[in-house]
């Protein structure tokens, strides 16, 4: 259970992604409204965008205003999830052998997605728990309605006859009479509001249960990829984490430019140089940083080549490759691997 120290971690980080927030706009598109002030907001954040929570929780309120007369509507825009509104922490979720697996995933990436790891996983006698102390700040009634929605749909879409969970709670108010209805409805299972933390339970026996998408190939690249993802994540800052994931995606390309990034960014690159200057640092040393940090990661996974990992940092040839290693660490990539 996080400490104080974690509680302060999480008030200063957590966020959601642009990823996410597209939720809201297939529920808009769901419900055949325009609104085109709040689908602006929501275009004008990328996937891999970092969104305060306040400012998710505002634009549901703002959603679910227009329609009034809709019960529970955070269940009904939560079961709307696809793995591409969680990015590569869903892709690798979906991808696992079974309902333990997809925990323990979800837990060890989870930071990818809230920005902060806040999950916890125990064994209550013969059921597993996933559960999550109030936020600072709180994502609120809706915003927690939407995430649990969105878990239990996505372990239902992936295990074929997916029973409900045993139990579900949430750290908010009680809701009347006919909301709490729907939530029991929806969940199949006893809810219960104004608990200690957010809570999802499943009897331990489900945890074997297969995933309808296994495939332990792509679990392995997808779990390299978010391995780099949370590598590359600086301390919280979101115009840092944004400029380090632009440089991720960037690299395999051989296009991490100073001008290429200030595209990607929707920055001029004037700006984007000002921004660097703030920090103290050259384009030239967060390359260099961020390709010395990947280089490590990927160093220790056998089944790259050092070929491999030249191209994945954007080298033209592993040459290039061995000379910029040598100069960041004094050493050479091959010994570095035999080393480890």
């Given amino acids: 259970m996080p400490n104080e120290m974690g509680q302060s971690r999480m008030a200063s980080a957590m ?11 297939d529920w808009l598109d769901q419900e055949h409204l325009a609104a085109p002030e709040l689908r602006a907001a929501v275009a004008s954040r ?4 970092a969104v305060p929570t306040p400012l998710w929780t505002d634009w549901l309120r703002k959603a679910v205003a227009l329609r009034p007369d809709h019960i529970a509507p955070g269940l009904a825009i939560g079961a709307l ?6 990015g590569v922490l869903g892709y690798l979720v979906a991808s696992v052998g079974n309902l333990g697996e997809a925990a323990l995933a979800y837990r060890r990436y989870e930071r990818l997605f809230y920005g902060v790891d806040i999950a916890d996983t125990v064994m209550t006698g013969n059921e597993m728990e996933i559960r999550w102390p109030p936020s600072d700040p709180p994502l609120g009634h809706l915003g927690d309605s939407v995430a649990i929605a969105a878990l239990v749909t996505f372990v239902r879409r992936q295990i074929e006859g997916a029973p409900p969970p045993s139990f579900v709670a949430f750290v908010n108010p009680p809701v009347d009479a006919a909301e709490h209805a729907e939530f029991e409805r929806f969940f199949g299972c006893p809810v219960r509001f104004g608990d200690t ?10 945890l074997t249960m297969p995933m309808r998408q296994a495939d332990p190939g792509l679990r392995a690249v997808l779990d390299r990829q978010a391995q780099a993802l949370l590598l590359a994540q600086p301390q919280p800052d979101d115009f840092d984490r944004a400029l380090q994931q632009v440089m991720l995606r960037l690299l395999p390309d051989g296009n991490a430019s100073l001008r290429r990034a200030a595209k990607e960014l929707h920055l001029s690159v ?8 703030a920090r103290e640092q050259t384009w030239q040393q967060l390359l260099d940083q961020t390709r010395k940090q990947l280089a490590r990661q990927y160093l220790g996974d056998r089944s790259l080549s050092l070929g491999d990992i030249a191209l994945l940092l954007g080298f033209s040839e592993q040459s290039a490759f061995n000379r910029a290693f040598r100069r960041w660490t004094g050493d050479t990539p091959r010994r570095v691997r035999a080393a480890a």
Avoid: E, I, K, S
């Fill in 15 to 25: 966020r959601v992604t642009g990823a996410w927030v597209q939720l809201l706009v």
């Fill in 46 to 49: 990328a996937a891999d965008d």
């Fill in 81 to 86: 999830v696809q793995p591409r509104h969680v």
């Fill in 197 to 206: 933390h957010t809570r999802v339970r499943f009897p331990a026996a489900y």
């Fill in 270 to 277: 004037r700006t984007l140089q000002r921004r660097l200057d």
